[in-house]
């Protein structure tokens, strides 16, 4: 991957860093990217609870109708973007917990501002 078939700049500049083993680049080309975009806003606009930001964590509380498209996604991300960690728990809500690690620190803004977070209908 090169910096120009990054999906965003955080990930262009993770290309250009090479200090971890596990690069913290997204594999997605730029219209995959916008077309997943679109599709976690949808996501967030119909079915996001809260949400509630940490330093490297995001916390997500989709309602439970949303179940099988956060489970897609979550598949869909954890492939293109490995560097990421997800923790999904299913009960009566769907909670997504979404990391960053330490190395990507300075991009933890920019990468959960991919999963809407501002959609929430409370931010806990």
Same mark, same amino acid.
């Given at each position: 991957?090169?910096?120009?078939?990054?999906?965003?700049?955080?990930?262009? =500049?993770?290309?250009?860093?090479? @200090?971890?083993?596990?690069? *913290? #680049?997204c594999?997605?080309?730029? !219209?995959? %990217?916008?077309?997943?975009?679109?599709?976690?806003?949808?996501?967030?606009y119909?079915?996001?609870?809260?949400?509630?930001?940490?330093?490297l964590?995001?916390h997500?509380?989709? =309602?439970?109708?949303?179940?099988? @498209?956060?489970?897609?996604? *979550? #598949?869909?991300?954890a492939?293109? !973007?490995? %560097?990421?960690?997800?923790?999904?728990?299913?009960?009566?809500?769907v909670q997504?917990?979404?990391?960053?690690?330490?190395?990507?620190?300075?991009?933890?803004?920019?990468?959960? =501002?991919?999963?809407?977070?501002?959609?929430?209908?409370?931010?806990?």
């Amino acid at each position: 991957m090169t910096t120009q078939d990054a999906c965003c700049s955080s990930c262009a =500049a993770s290309v250009r860093s090479h @200090e971890t083993a596990l690069a *913290v #680049a997204c594999i997605l080309n730029s !219209c995959d %990217f916008e077309d997943r975009l679109a599709g976690i806003r949808n996501l967030s606009y119909r079915h996001l609870l809260s949400s509630r930001r940490e330093p490297l964590a995001l916390h997500l509380t989709y =309602a439970i109708a949303a179940r099988a @498209e956060v489970e897609d996604i *979550v #598949a869909k991300e954890a492939e293109c !973007c490995p %560097f990421l960690g997800f923790d999904l728990e299913v009960g009566e809500i769907v909670q997504l917990s979404i990391t960053v690690p330490e190395n990507a620190a300075s991009t933890a803004d920019e990468l959960f =501002a991919h999963f809407a977070p501002e959609l929430a209908r409370t931010t806990a």
